[in-house]
């Protein structure tokens, strides 16, 4: 009996290669199949269904307003199975389009579930409502968990911002289980917040003033302190706002100005550099006047041009 099957997984999960696979295996049996895609995606030539393990097999590409039951008709008799990759790409009217032909011959459809942001496709929202036998293709994040996001990702960095559709590979994407994806969106937001300072503090020759007498009840006590500039003190400001666990956790320093200064940034990666400057901020507290020198003999921007490169680098 024919049925309409969505299968669906992250990305990198095979699903194109489950795909290529279950069309040999049709074959080898000399079952006939149709193998369609969505015109749209242009990563490879566009009558070609291509792995990234390196398979690959002809195919029939199809615009958003082709009408794929007009496609399956004019063929229907040489065609027993039609297998759809990157189905999320489909219309709602041509899955049910599908819909119609899978009353006929076992309708395969392989693709994503969800989007970048973790909304569904609408293609993938109609077929899991109206298809016969949903089945998920697993594959794990980078930390070993499960992978249920798909991370979109500019210049190492997660964007959770822009167009649905994005063609991409390994360049772009990558498969997130939700732990890691909520750790991404920090550090985005972290990134995004305190990268800017990079050029800022680059030309900086005065990060603020001393200032050493405070009246209190006409008292004047001398108490040696920064007032820092208005960039530096936005720069304290934006950092606060985000939990660093653990500041002193790993970090090569005694808290002095000159072991601070010798930290060699090679291999640090982004969330070492985060615990660096949180400990020069708890510091600064008796220690006034820490990240003033930090800034003016150029280490913190030196620290900032690694969290850049952490970042360009991922």
């Known amino acids: 009996m024919a049925k309409l099957y969505y299968k669906f997984g992250a990305m990198g999960s095979s699903k194109t290669a489950s795909a290529l696979m279950c ?6 049996k000399n079952i006939n199949v149709l193998l369609m895609k969505p015109k749209i995606d242009n990563r490879f030539k566009e009558n070609e269904v291509v792995s990234r393990i390196g398979l ?6 199809f615009a958003e307003n082709e009408n794929l039951l007009d496609i399956y008709t004019e063929q229907a008799d040489k065609v027993q199975v039609v297998i759809v990759d990157e189905c ?4 709602k009217k041509q899955v049910d389009q599908l819909r119609e032909i899978a009353e006929e011959v076992p309708v395969l459809c392989y693709g994503l579930k969800t989007n970048f942001k973790g909304e569904l496709f609408e293609g993938s929202k109609r077929l899991l409502e109206v298809a016969d036998s949903i089945q998920e293709i697993k594959s794990v994040c980078e930390c070993g968990k499960k992978a249920i996001m798909n991370g979109r990702f500019v210049k190492g960095v997660l964007v959770t911002d822009g167009g649905e559709i994005e063609i991409g590979g390994d360049e772009k994407y990558r498969a997130l289980c939700w732990s890691c994806f909520k750790k991404e969106q920090e550090r ?5 917040k305190i990268i800017k300072y990079l050029k800022i503090f680059k030309d900086m020759d005065s990060a603020g003033q001393w200032s050493g007498d405070t009246a209190i009840d006409n008292i004047v006590l001398h108490t040696p302190h920064v007032i820092y500039d208005e960039d530096v003190q936005n720069f304290i400001d934006d950092f ?15 808290g002095s100005i000159d072991s601070l200064k010798k930290i060699v940034m090679k291999d640090k990666d982004f969330d070492y550099m985060l615990q660096l400057i949180s400990f020069v901020l708890k510091l600064e507290k008796s220690k006034p006047g820490l990240l003033k020198l930090l800034i003016e003999d ?6 900032l041009r690694q969290i850049k490169k952490c970042v360009d680098e991922k």
Do not use: H, M
Request: hydrophobic letters at 30%.
């Open 298 to 303: 150029g280490t913190l921007t030196k620290w």
């Open 88 to 91: 999320q790409f489909c219309t």
């Open 23 to 28: 069309r040999f295996n049709y074959l080898q």
């Open 56 to 61: 690959s097999a002809p195919c029939l590409a």
């Open 240 to 254: 606060k706002e985000f939990q660093v666990k653990s500041p002193e956790k790993n970090i090569e320093s005694d």
């Open 188 to 192: 985005a937001k972290i990134y995004d």
